[in-house]
Structures are given as C-alpha cells and as structure tokens.
C-alpha cells in the first residue's frame, strides 16, 4: 500500500528497453469504482498530448521507481475517450472536503492510500479539527471534485491507525495458506526477474560499496538479478536500464 503521494515524482522504468519512459505526474482516479486507473506520464517531449500508463501495465511500485513491461504500455488518453473522461473529471481527493450525506461538515482530506497491487483506494486521512484520522474506503459515498461524500455515521468509524487498512485488505485464509504465499515485495520481485533473465548486460553495474556487482556483457540469470536486488532500488533500476535483448 502506498500514499498518493509517495507515487506522484517517480521515475517510470521500462524493464525490457531498460529506459525512464518519464515521471509520474498525476493519479487518474476513477470515482465509480473508488480506484487510481491511470497514472499520467511527465515528460519533456510530450507537451501537446497527455500520456498516461494503465494500472494494471504497473508490475511495481517501489520506494524508488514505477515498473512495467515495455513502452508499450504507455497510452495517448486522447485517443481513447473512457480514460480521457476521468482525467476531465479532475478527481483529486487530496485538500477536498470531507462532508456526510446530511451535510454535516467532517474536515478534509489529506491523503489517500492505494493498493498498489491493484490499484483500489483503501482509505482517506482526514483533518479533523486539530486531528487527524484515517477513514476506510467502504464509507465513502462519492468521490467528487470539490467535495468526498461519506456515511452519516462515518465519524463512529475512524481508525488510528494504517496497519488497520493492511489488515483488511487481507484475504480471508486459512493460517497454512498464509505462511506459504508469497508476500506482495516477492510477486513483485519475481516478475522483474521474469523479464530481465537472459538480457545481456551493456556496462558493469556497481553495488553498494562500489565494487563491480555484474560485469559488462553478463547474460543475466536469476542469481545476478537477485543480487541487484538485494543491493537496493537503485543498483536495481541501474541494471535494467543497461540491458539488451
């Protein structure tokens, strides 16, 4: 789970070109479904058309880059009228008022947080007075462009703390199945790797303390990639964007 924030200034990296498509400029949030289904592309060169890439192209959002596929998952939203109608919606949530289905005033939104696997918007932090308290997703009513309408009784349901969110986002298991799945950070890991086996490396790519980690011209395996990642996001995003093939 990421906040909204924490997302929009990160750089987006094609895994297979092993190139920066651009920044994440903006969330695309779709108020039907309470979800981010875009996120729009800020580049130097595309000035004239809005670019976006299609959550569900992400395969992860890291603490330093957005991932996907190839440049093919960028989309001109000018050419697809769906997506450029919630872009026009202008749903930002952040700095909205927070308000029940009677019109009782309850503060204003802060912050949102985003199921980074797929997209959902789990919660919202709101101000409240001199506080602030984190509502759950299922309580609000409307995403609007000026104004978040939520439950009458919506004030009964504050939580202290994000860790609540996680929790419900769980699925519903068995203790056996927990200890087997992989975690979120592991399907996310292993899908880079996935696409990166078997490209050659164009320059040698340093670890932490400098010294040469994978050497120029290296056919990556599994092992070599696994070392990029355990070095950290940017000796990661370092190596994928100095391959070939």
Known sequence: MKKSTEIVGLPIISINDGVEIGSVKSLVVNPEKGSVDFLTIEHEDWQVSVKA??????????????????????????????????????????????????GQLIGEAKEYYVDDETGNIMG??????EDEKILKSGQILTYGKDILVVQEDAMNHFI??????????????????????????????????????????????????????????????????????????????????????
């Open 124 to 129: 919202i932090l709101v101000a409240v007075k």
């Open 53 to 102: 890439i299609p959550f569900k192209k992400v395969i992860g959002i890291g603490e330093y880059a957005v991932t996907v596929e190839n440049g093919n998952a960028v989309i001109d939203l000018n050419e697809i009228p769906i997506a450029n109608a919630l872009v026009n919606k202008k749903i930002r949530i952040n700095d909205t008022k927070v308000m029940s289905r009677k």
């Open 160 to 245: 202290e703390s994000v860790d609540d969110l996680l929790s419900e986002s769980k699925p519903l298991e068995n203790a056996e199945f927990e200890e087997t799945a992989p975690n979120d950070l592991e399907n996310i890991k292993n899908k880079q790797a996935e696409l990166l086996k078997g490209k050659r490396v164009t320059k040698d790519i340093a670890g932490i303390s400098g010294e040469t980690l994978i050497a120029d011209g290296t056919i990556l395996t599994a092992a070599d990639i696994a070392k990029a990642q355990n070095e950290g996001p940017s000796v990661f995003v370092e190596l994928t964007m100095n391959t070939q093939g």
